[in-house]
C-alpha cells in the first residue's frame, strides 16, 4: 500500500536559524577586527622600540600573540558565564585565578610554537627562560579579558532588570487602567445614564412648579450615587443592602411617574442577609419600567419578590407591560443591562445558577435569577418588618 503522501518540509533552514547565523558571522567579523587592531598596534610599538627590525618582522612578533588569544577568548568568556555567572561578585574574580592558569599555560605555549615556526630576532630562549619572560604579561591580557567579560555580563543583567522592572510596572499599569474600565461600565450600565437624564429633567421641571419634591429627588438621587459608589468594589452584597438601594432608585422613579406605576416588593424575612450579586435588582426593575410598563397609556405594575427553595434563592422581577418582542433571545437581543448582568452570573457562580426571561401568560415580561443560596454570616439579618409596598399608587 502506498504511504500517504505528505508535504514537503525543511526545504529551507528557519528564519531565526538564518538569523543567527548572520549575527555569528558577524560577531566572529568584528572580534577578527579586534584582535588585528590590537596586533597592528602592539606591531608599530615593537617597529619603534626596534628600529633595526622591519615592519614585517614587528609584525611576526606581535601579531600571534593577540591572535592566538582571539582564539581562546571566546572560551574565556564561556567558562565566566556559564561556570562562574551565579556567583558572587567576589568569588567570582576569585575563582579566575586558579581557572586562568591553563589559559594562560595554552596561550604561552601557542606564542612560543608560533615563535619557533616564525623566528624573528632570534631563535627564543629556552622554554622555561620564554615562560617567565612572558606569564606575567599574558596573565595580564587574561585579567582583561575577564572584566570585560564581567562588565558585559553584568551590564546585560541590569539591562534586563531594567526592562523586566519597566515591564512590570507597565503591566501593573494596565491591570490598574483595566480594572477602572471594568469599574466605570459596571456603573454606566447598571446606573443607566437614560434613567439619569430622566431624573434631571424631572428635578428641573419640579424646581418651579415643586421645590419641596425637587428637593426630595435631589436628596434621594445623591443617595443613589452614594449606594453606587460603595458597592463599586463589591461583588457581593447582602439582599437587604440590594433592597435599600432599590428602594431610593424606586422613590425617586415614582416622583417621576406620579400615579401611573405601581411596585411592589415582596421579601421573605429569612432572605434578607442572603448573598446576591450588587445591582442585581434595580436594573431589572429599570427594563421593566423602560421596556414594559413605560410604553403603556395606562398605569403600569411592578412586581418583585425574593424566596428561598430549598438550597436555592430566586429572585423575580415581572410587569404587566408590552412584552418581549416576537423572536426575542436574551443570547441575542439583550441590552446592555440583561447583557451585564448575565456576565456576571457566569463569572460569580459558573452553571450553578438560572437566568430566565420570558412572556407572562398575562402579558408583561417576567425574569428570574435562581442563585446558590449562601448567608453573609458577618451581618445579622435586620429585624425591620417585611416590606410589602416599596412604592405604590396614591
Known sequence: MEAPHRPQQFLAAPAHEHVSRQKWWIKAALALAFWTGLGLLFSTQSYLLWPEAT?????????PRWYVWGLLAPFVFAADRRLLGRMSPVRRILTHVPLGMPFILVAVAMHYGLRVVLPVMGHPDSVARFFLQNVFGEAMVYALIVGASLATSYAAEARQREQEAAELALHSAQLETHLAEARLRVLQSQLNPHFLFNTFNTISAFTETDPKTARRMM????????????????QEVTLAEELTFLEDYLTIERL?????LTVDVRVEEDVRNALVPSFILQPLVENAIRHGTGALLRNGHVHVSERRVGDWLTLVVEDDGIGLPEGWRLEDHAGVGLSNIARRLEELYGSRHRFVVADRAKGGVRVEISLPFRRDTQVPAPAAPRVTHLTEAP
Open 55 to 63: 615592519w614585517m618582522d614587528a609584525m611576526q612578533i606581535a601579531m
Open 219 to 234: 436628596a434621594r438621587l445623591g443617595t443613589l450615587l452614594r449606594s453606587s459608589l460603595d458597592h463599586a468594589g463589591r
Open 256 to 260: 417621576r411617574f406620579e400615579d401611573r
